[in-house]
């Protein structure tokens, strides 16, 4: 199970940014089902399913920032503006332009609105 992909489909499945720890949580999910002999499908399917019912996927948690100016903030202030316009988890080219700081810029391409 490639890591990369993982951090990648984690921080879309928990509207940030995926921990080391988030990810061996959940591989450690899939070698488990690996060593009980299950498929790599069927290993995967049941990570994908730890992901799924995890807290951090079912809600969106926000825990306190003591530096508002980390990337951390600009990236819960995306998340927060696509649920506001759009009721629904913001986009890649969303989240590109929170964590650049681009989010309000007059020049952005997040100054149009999704159909």
Known sequence: M???????SFARAFRRPASAEDV????ALFRSAQKRG???NNSIQFALQGVLISPQFLFR?????PN???ACERLRAGIRLSYFLWNSMPDHELVNLA???????????????RG
Do not use: D, H, T
């Open 2 to 8: 490639r890591r990369g992909k993982c951090w990648r």
């Open 24 to 27: 061996e949580s959940y591989v």
């Open 38 to 40: 299950e498929s790599f």
């Open 61 to 65: 948690i926000e825990e306190p920032n």
């Open 68 to 70: 508002p100016n980390r």
């Open 99 to 113: 964590a650049q700081s681009k989010l309000m810029s007059r020049g952005s391409s997040s100054n149009r609105s």
